[in-house]
């Protein structure tokens, strides 16, 4: 199965356009284990989801694919010994023996100082067998140039939806693709702004009103709702293997999972969109 499970809101609230308060043990249990029985293997976490890794070590993750991200490696001292620490850390917490993958969350410190010694402990990582795959998440393909002049990896993780399309037309999913790297998806809904229908947008996105209009032109087109559209779209995508999607509770995996189809609508290049200010949640604070 493509899919895999985002757990940010079992460790705390999330969401900037939409937010979502973090959902209870007993309400993570339940996804988790209801994901489990449909087949959803891989599993997506970080060390910065506040109790996200505790509480997945208590419910039980074995049988699942975990992957990890690992926060800003602090300047000075001793990159490799913090880095082995906190991965040690985190498998004590997951209560599980290895990470399928490790993922930098800012991959940005591969170019700078201790970039060196950063790639070198992730690399250490693998040959213990601690972590199957290392890689980065990243919020735009322009930074995987400097990544990849540092070494090789194996994974990754990269916002795409209808309307950011950056990774397939910066070439960098070709690229990745003839590598060999693993790609996981995330921000497929654009936490949540594709799923909304115009009067439950924030204003602040009005300016945008020309793309909106054309994007639910689209997805009238499709007809299909807009969770099938959007998830459509990317699942069918054969370079990304695994498809990312955050969820606030056991009735949205279940739609999440009952929206599952392999006919997506074409993409319209009138869809497509390069601007930071509404592809970057980060941005959105500022509007």
Not at 9 to 23: H, R, S, T
Request: hydrophobic content about 45%; overall charge negative; proline content about 4%.
């Amino acid at each position: 199965m493509k899919l895999a499970l985002g757990t940010v809101q079992f460790g705390l609230a999330y969401g900037i356009a939409n937010p979502q308060p973090q959902i209870s043990f007993a309400e993570s249990k339940a996804v988790v284990d209801y994901a489990a029985a449909q087949g959803m293997t891989v599993l997506d976490t970080a060390m910065g989801y506040g109790e996200s890794e505790a509480r997945l070590g208590e419910i039980g993750v074995d049988a699942w694919k975990v992957i990890s991200k690992l926060p800003e490696v602090p300047d000075g001292g001793n990159a490799a010994a913090w880095i082995n620490s906190a991965v040690k850390s985190s498998l004590e917490k997951l209560k599980i023996d290895s990470l399928y993958g490790l993922l930098l969350h800012r991959p940005a410190q591969l170019l700078g100082g201790n970039g060196t010694e950063i790639y070198a402990a992730l690399q250490r990582l693998k040959a213990d067998g601690l972590v199957e795959k290392i890689g980065v998440s990243i919020y735009q393909p322009s930074e995987l140039e400097g990544v990849f002049s540092v070494g090789e990896f194996d994974l990754v993780q990269s916002p795409l939806s209808v309307l950011d399309r950056r990774l397939i037309t910066s070439g960098w999913l070709d690229r990745l693709a003839d590598r060999g790297v693993e790609v996981h998806a995330r921000s497929v809904f654009l936490q949540g702004l594709l799923l909304m229908s115009a009067d439950q947008r924030p204003g602040k996105f009005a300016r945008w009103a020309g793309l909106w209009d054309c994007y639910h032109a689209w997805v009238a087109a499709s007809g299909l709702s807009p969770l099938e559209a959007n998830l459509a779209y990317v699942s069918a995508i054969p370079e990304v293997q695994h498809v990312v999607v955050g969820v606030n509770g056991l009735i949205h995996i279940k739609e999440i999972l009952s929206a599952r189809t392999d006919n997506g609508p074409d993409w319209s290049t009138d869809l497509a969109t390069e601007d930071e200010e509404l592809l970057n949640p980060l941005a959105w604070l500022q509007l």
